[in-house]
């Protein structure tokens, strides 16, 4: 079984659409992220919910809405997509927020390219 | 600014060599720093996560060791292996916030 698992793998579509990637974890976790990882391979902070609640939003773009239906579910929806947008999207879960050595599990990526 | 830089940016060792891999931060206050491994097409897998109180953990082949006061820390990889070409990357979390500073990575080759 797969712990934190992203749909889908690879997503390409032109600019102007509007695309979803859904995000599952069966871990049991309060918390979910989900993380952005550009061209240099950093990875930045994009949102994170606790139990359904957003409790980080990081400066990014308003065509990036985050819903959480349920605490092992956040599904990302962006619109109106450019091509800066092209990047790898993570998704990630951990116990609770904030607690000092609480791991982050990753999902495996959801590489989006915008043509 | 919270930061976390990491060196070198790529590296390449045969296979059955010793490696180590840097990592300094300015992330303030301090709360913990752990060490990824990302394997291509992959999400990050913790290796080893070490607190302020801690100077040296291991995890099989890996050690990773942490100075406070410096505020650097390393990785030693031992014996490398064909499957430890990945990229590692160091992570520090701050106290009292609720997001990971990431590094952006060591891109490791072994080669055989």
């Known amino acids: ?115 | 600014k919270n930061q976390v830089e990491q060196s070198p940016q790529s590296l390449i060792i045969l296979e059955g060599k010793n490696c180590t891999l840097q990592c300094n931060y300015t992330v303030s206050p301090f709360s913990n720093l752990r060490w990824y491994k990302q394997d291509t097409g992959r999400g990050p897998v913790s290796l080893t996560i070490m607190t302020f109180s801690e100077n040296t953990k291991s995890n099989g082949r890996y050690t990773a060791t942490l100075d406070a006061d410096t505020k650097q820390s390393s990785l030693h990889i031992t014996a490398s292996q064909l499957s430890d070409s990945a990229s590692y990357i160091c992570v520090v979390s701050a106290s009292g916030f609720q997001k990971l500073v990431f590094g952006t990575g060591t891109r490791l080759l072994v080669s055989p």
Not at chain 1, 38 to 60: A, C, G
Not at chain 1, 98 to 111: L, P, S
């Open chain 1, 1 to 115: 079984d797969t712990a934190v698992s992203q749909t889908p793998k690879y997503l390409v579509t032109q600019m102007g659409n509007d695309k979803s990637i859904k995000c599952e974890q069966n871990l049991g976790h309060d918390t979910m992220y989900w993380y952005k990882q550009d061209s240099k391979k950093f990875l930045k902070i994009m949102f994170s919910y606790n139990n359904k609640e957003l409790i980080i939003n990081e400066t990014v773009p308003n065509r990036f809405s985050p819903k959480s239906p349920d605490k092992a579910h956040l599904n990302l929806h962006i619109n109106s997509l450019e091509l800066g947008d092209s990047a790898v999207y993570f998704c990630a879960s951990s116990q609770a927020p904030g607690v000092g050595g609480t791991e982050a599990f990753f999902g495996q990526g959801t590489r989006l390219t915008v043509v």
